[in-house]
């Protein structure tokens, strides 16, 4: 299957720093990507959906300032957590679909998601 | 609303079989997936269930209702490395995932 690749798998900051997690499609083109946060013993919420060339969607509750995402190319999206607090602590996740080949299942392809922690 | 709805956990024996069950409520459905996650690690795609029935992939089956708005996951001969929670996720008529918040399956020895 597509291979989604995100990093860094780890990140320990100090509050009020900023952090870029990037999220790479390594053998598709992935015109829309989206990224999830996870806390423990939680299920995947929706943040928002990154759109190659265009300004991202964000859900309902999510501040776009603070979650800064960047859809440059057809492969790679970034998300910055801006101003970082310890409530900004999580499992943080992207995923795609891959529309080649005329065919798409619906299949999302995750990352492998980074656990922010910040201090 | 939008709706999914899973047990929290469930407890299964080495060798047995297990059934999770879910229940959804979306505007319009495009599909019915079933995703594993082991703890501190990203889902990892099962079954995807768009028509009625069953579909069958080795140890793993996955079941669907269109009318009744109910899935099932079907897990055989169960092994310890089966120990992890599984989501469902119903896709709306917009192609967005809507989340169940998952089920975690113990297996015991």
């Known amino acids: 299957g597509a291979v989604v690749s995100q990093h860094p798998s780890r990140v320990i900051c100090k509050s009020g720093t900023s952090v870029k997690i990037e999220c790479r499609s390594l053998d598709f083109q992935a015109t829309t990507m989206f990224w999830y946060r996870q806390f423990p013993k939680q299920s995947l919420m929706l943040m928002a959906t990154s759109n190659e060339g265009s300004k991202a969607t964000y859900e309902q509750g999510v501040e776009k300032d603070k979650f800064l995402i960047n859809h440059a190319s057809l492969t790679l999206s970034t998300l910055t957590v801006t101003s970082a607090h310890p409530e900004d602590s999580s499992f943080y996740i992207c995923s795609a679909r891959d529309f080649s080949a005329g065919g798409d299942t619906g299949e999302l392809f995750f990352g492998e998601g980074s656990r922010l922690t910040v201090l | 609303g939008q709706n999914i709805d899973q047990p929290t956990e469930m407890t299964a024996t080495e060798g047995a079989i297990v059934q999770i069950n879910c229940t959804y409520q979306?505007?319009?459905?495009?599909?019915l997936f079933w995703y594993q996650q082991h703890a501190g690690e990203a889902p990892t795609f099962l079954s995807y269930?768009?028509l009625d029935g069953l579909e069958e992939k080795g140890r793993f089956s996955s079941f669907l209702s269109r009318s009744k708005g109910y899935s099932y996951l079907l897990l055989k001969e169960l092994q310890m490395k089966d120990s992890a929670s599984y989501l469902c996720a119903a896709m709306d008529s917009n192609y967005q995932l809507i989340w169940g918040a998952g089920t975690k399956l113990i297996i015991k020895p």
């Open positions: 269930n768009v």
């Open positions: 979306t505007s319009g459905f495009n599909g």
